[in-house]
């Protein structure tokens, strides 16, 4: 039989990166998570249980997950991986981004796009039906609907931050 059985077998399939030391696994993936068949559950389980399975034997207890405390997702190496609850694997990944750095690829974004800020000002001026105007732009309805109520493609202010703002 195929499969992952051993951390051996993991480790030959993986890419190691020489610099981090991740052990990389090029997998599918669902819902952004790398995702493995293995004969030992007989079903495709996340790296995470899979690397727990071959370690110690068992899947992580239920609330619990296997996460990688490197910094990524698909890294396969257990020195790079903590078991924790699912709410401190969120907080570790949930690095906010700096409002600098939002707008930077806010408009990056917008620069390839094919709707400029004439049409978007068209938009928001107009009172057209969102069918009609999104049929004369060329947009979806509900992208034209979202432009109106400033959901995206919201002006930027410079220096605006939620910090700065004082009641």
């Not at 698909?74 to 709410?87: D, E, F, L, S, Y």
């Not at 401190?88 to 600098?100: F, M, S």
């Not at 068209?122 to 009609?132: N, Y």
Request: proline residues 5%; positive net charge; charged residues 25%.
């Amino acid at each position: 039989m195929t499969g992952i059985r051993t951390l051996a077998d993991l480790k030959a399939r993986c890419v190691i990166d020489d610099v981090t030391g991740c052990w990389v696994y090029k997998a599918r993936e669902n819902y952004r998570h790398p995702v493995v068949t293995t004969p030992l559950m007989g079903r495709s389980v996340g790296l995470g249980i899979l690397i727990a399975l071959v370690t110690t034997g068992k899947a992580p207890d239920k609330g619990m997950t296997n996460y990688a405390k490197c910094g990524h997702k698909a890294c396969c190496n257990p020195r790079h991986r903590v078991i924790g609850t699912k709410q401190e694997a969120q907080k570790h990944w949930a690095k906010p981004c700096p409002p600098e750095r939002r707008a930077r690829i806010s408009l990056a974004r917008r620069a390839g796009s094919s709707v400029d800020e004439s049409v978007i000002e068209a938009i928001r001026l107009s009172d057209k039906s969102a069918s009609s105007i999104a049929a004369e732009h060329g947009v979806s309805k509900s992208y034209a609907c979202r432009i109106r109520t400033n959901k995206v493609r919201a002006p930027l202010m410079n220096g605006a931050s939620v910090f700065a703002w004082r009641p």
